[in-house]
């Protein structure tokens, strides 16, 4: 369905939800017309499949009531009043792209009748009763808690309290920590080892283990003065581009950041990398946190001075687009309603710490938060049109039959095409063009044909979608345009309409486009002709909002120090944790907006502060006391997560690339469906190849993987081999932030050490230990092939064992061996060299051992 189908029928739910007096407006001729031509033929021939009686309707669509005919079903809206050309209702019974009545036609005075009647305005007396809802939750109870309710009271400034102990802390960070620790009598903690505090720094900061030189250095300057050693290394730190990949992915967990739609039709997202270099740079510039979530929710609204600069906040609302979708969805107004919960889902929770999409069926539960509400969200986030899907070409916007749902996406104003989209020369543009042309023929033919099958017709539709594709990335010279996701706004602003239980088909009232109102001191002003959206993304940065910067502190802190000091780091309402240091977290907010929304000022606070390097020495006194470490009298012990653990070992092994790459490798892959239906799950898919001739399994391994064969010289299991090792992307010496997040079918890898699921908003990843992560370590090719290149590396370079020992040490745990280690290892490599298997590789079965130690995965 194009675009402006769809913007008539959402304009059509709102206009058929209102209260309205269109059976009495209706002349005594227009009622006569629909009760005498049009009602019989409805009840006659549709209403055994398309009405309230007929149970489960084909293809989602009611004729029996008004609104219901207006709405229409999952291919569009039946009857567009006044637009008989626009009306599918019209082009079914002339029996075009579908056939209804299915076993006959109606005749030619009963399809004029029905095209007279749209011309008329199709007015209708079948109107319903419209319910008025009202909330349970009352402005008395709204206004007690935002007097009550920390979350919803501004951050003041308080002043840090005073400490007996004057010579622990190093910043105000550490008078609000020890104040706590002293008030309960517990001892505060003495300083980590230089070699754990360097290492805390270099992952935390980058994602990266120290080299072999950083460590020497700091350990000099540690020795001289560990305040300034900590300080400068922090500079060097927070001014590498690795400084950006390590926190633009932690954003990334939280702007549910994927590759594809997910879900049955799960069909990639080959411009979604431009989200995430752009969250990159962001973090890499500094760029004030307050714009960069308005350039998130409203880049498109946004003033800009370049078309780099519009380019950019065009990108940022990708945030918006690249969310979980259900593409099967057949009921296009459902879709609609699906995706606009899931953007006031991703806004409320990432930015404010508060779940407003629970009030979309009714008040919610626990907050005070009324239905009321929600949509007055849904009424700032329903006027702008998501673009996720694939580029329209000259023939139109076309997808596997497979996708009932599918959108455009929008053209950039600068010339920065995706690098893998092929360049046509004319020839060969006209060659593809003749291809589609001959295929609308077939299409043609197969309709005013009998008795062709279901499969032929799904084949040619999903071969007139390929071509679609091909045409649609490129411009009458055959050279790639260039696409982003992303949101835009609509020609006009509307409300939304109250849905009783949420659902779609029970519209109540119109509500006013706004803010919750527990968020705000005062509703904002939106204009009539504003969607509200670009007021929402002023508030959220603004100092009258009392959640951004205490929800953006707390995530910082969270991944700086292991635990935020809100535990629950989504939701800042009556359900989450209270903050365990709540003065802290509003002196840190405070001091956060007035650096200028600086996220680098932040972390250097953080960094620099006696609470980040104290030791995680066990104390049980301090134990039993606070068993939670909630007052933090010790470190936190925390395990790397998964992309750290990868860098880690490309970094040992001297292997990893610290250039981005350009695009990805959905980019590369293109506009494909990676799950579902023929193809099923990859590794299925591959097994279903070994059943298949060679030849066959050839073809389909070079379709599905782009992989090319030979002279007939590779075996089965060579293909086999060469397919699962594409999927884990083992042969890629990227950082892993670059790795391909394809949902549902991510990298071992990532996946098998609590990588975020991308479909979800998440702000703490869990931390499991597993059978499953020990046998990665022990038998992952990428694993051993590290393991190996280690060796190779620390072989060339030293000749002693023990030298060996040493730098494996230094290079995979940022420290030198004791004593016990190093006589231990050496003992273990005589064993190998001495009496064990010739085919193990001594060195290499230590830098191994290493990797899956204890203390490689974790930070102590």
């Not at 058929?16 to 009602?39: C, G, H, M, Y």
């Not at 007015?123 to 709204?142: H, L, Y």
């Not at 593409?327 to 407003?356: C, K, M, Y």
Request: negative net charge.
């Amino acid at each position: 369905m194009s675009v402006q189908r769809l913007l008539v029928s959402l304009a059509v739910l709102v206009l058929t939800s209102q209260p309205s007096s269109a059976v009495e407006s209706l002349t005594p001729d227009q009622t006569n017309f629909f009760e005498t031509k049009i009602r019989p033929v409805l009840v006659k021939e549709c209403y055994g499949c398309h009405s309230e009686k007929a149970g489960n309707v084909r293809g989602g669509l009611r004729l029996d009531t008004k609104q219901f005919s207006l709405l229409g079903g999952s291919s569009g809206p039946a009857v567009v009043p006044f637009e008989p050309d626009d009306s599918l209702l019209i082009s079914a019974i002339h029996h075009d792209d579908f056939v209804m009545p299915p076993k006959k036609k109606l005749t030619a005075d009963q399809i004029t009748d029905f095209e007279q009647w749209i011309k008329m305005g199709a007015p209708d007396p079948r109107e319903s009763e419209i319910e008025t809802f009202k909330s349970s939750i009352t402005a008395d109870e709204i206004a007690t808690a935002k007097q009550e309710f920390w979350a919803y009271r501004l951050p003041q400034q308080i002043s840090p309290p005073h400490v007996a102990d004057v010579a622990w802390p190093k910043t105000d960070i550490d008078r609000f920590i020890a104040a706590g620790l002293e008030a309960k009598g517990l001892p505060l903690s003495v300083d980590a080892t230089s070699s754990q505090v360097l290492r805390r720094l270099c992952f935390d900061l980058t994602g990266l283990p120290p080299t072999p030189k950083q460590i020497e250095a700091f350990t000099s300057g540690w020795n001289l003065d560990a305040d300034a050693a900590i300080a400068a290394t922090v500079e060097e730190l927070l001014s590498s581009n690795a400084f950006g990949e390590r926190w633009g992915r932690h954003w990334l967990d939280v702007a549910r950041y994927g590759e594809s739609t997910g879900g049955q039709v799960n069909m990639t997202f080959p411009h979604a990398w431009r989200y995430r270099d752009y969250v990159i740079d962001s973090f890499n510039d500094d760029k004030p946190f307050d714009q960069f979530a308005a350039e998130q929710i409203a880049g498109d609204l946004m003033p800009a001075k370049t078309d780099r600069q519009w380019t950019e906040q065009l990108i940022a609302t990708t945030f918006l687009a690249i969310g979980a979708k259900n593409l099967n969805e057949q009921n296009r107004i459902q879709f609609a309603a699906d995706l606009i919960d899931e953007q006031i889902d991703a806004t409320t929770r990432v930015f404010l710490g508060t779940s407003v999409a629970c009030a979309r069926c009714h008040d919610h539960k626990f907050d005070p938060i009324p239905q009321t509400d929600y949509y007055a969200m849904a009424g700032v986030f329903r006027n702008a049109t998501t673009y996720f899907g694939n580029p329209p070409s000259e023939f139109g916007n076309f997808s596997p039959v497979q996708a009932n749902r599918t959108s455009s996406l929008i053209v950039l104003p600068v010339e920065d095409p995706n690098p893998y989209d092929k360049r046509y020369s004319r020839s060969e543009l006209a060659d593809l063009r003749a291809q589609m042309n001959d295929k609308f023929d077939q299409q043609r033919s197969m309709r005013s044909q009998s008795g062709q099958s279901q499969a032929a017709r799904l084949r040619l539709n999903n071969e007139i979608a390929e071509l679609s594709a091909k045409l649609a990335v490129v411009d009458d010279q055959g050279q790639p345009r260039s696409y982003c996701m992303g949101v835009q706004e609509q020609a006009s602003a509307q409300n939304a309409t109250l849905l009783v239980r949420g659902e779609i088909d029970l519209p109540a009232q119109e509500i006013p486009r706004g803010i919750p109102s527990v968020l705000v001191e005062q509703p904002i002003s939106i204009a009539d002709d504003s969607s509200g959206r670009l007021e929402l993304a002023r508030w959220i940065g603004s100092d009258e909002n009392s959640l951004t910067a205490r929800v953006m502190v707390n995530r910082v802190w969270q991944h700086m120090i292991g635990r935020g000091l809100v535990t629950s780091t989504e939701n800042f309402g009556s359900t989450g944790t209270a903050p365990s240091h709540p003065e802290l977290l509003d002196h840190m907010a405070v001091e956060f907006a007035q650096s200028g929304w600086s996220v680098k000022t932040l972390i250097r606070q953080i960094a620099t502060s006696r609470v980040y390097r104290i030791a995680s020495t066990y104390n049980e006194t301090s134990f039993e006391r606070d068993p939670d470490n909630t007052l933090l009298w010790r470190a936190n012990v925390r395990r790397l997560d998964a992309e750290a653990i990868r860098d880690a070992m490309l970094s040992a092994s001297a292997n990893i690339d610290l250039d981005r790459p350009r695009g990805s490798e959905v980019a590369k892959a293109g506009y494909l469906r990676v799950r579902g239906g023929f193809l099923g799950d990859p590794r299925e898919a591959v097994q279903k190849m070994m059943l298949a001739s060679r030849d066959s399994m050839r073809n389909n391994a070079r379709r599905r993987f782009g992989f090319g064969f030979q002279n007939g010289r590779d075996s089965t299991a060579d293909m086999y081999q060469r397919i699962t090792r594409s999927l884990d992307m083992n042969d890629a010496m990227f950082r892993s932030v670059y790795l391909p997040v394809v949902r549902d079918e991510l990298p071992r890898a990532l996946d098998v050490f609590d990588f975020a699921d991308p479909s979800a908003v998440i702000g703490t990843r869990e931390e499991s230990n597993t059978a499953n992560q020990s046998l990665f370590m022990m038998n992952n090719p990428l694993v051993i092939a590290q393991s190996d290149a280690m060796a190779t590396r620390i072989a060339k370079s030293y000749q002693r064992p023990a030298a060996q020992v040493h730098a494996a040490f230094v290079l995979s745990l940022g420290r030198r061996p004791t004593g016990t280690e190093l006589a231990a290892t050496m003992k273990y490599l005589g064993s190998l060299s001495d009496g064990g298997s010739r085919q193990v590789q001594p060195l290499a079965a230590v830098c191994q051992s290493l990797f899956a130690c204890a203390e490689f995965r974790y930070l102590d």
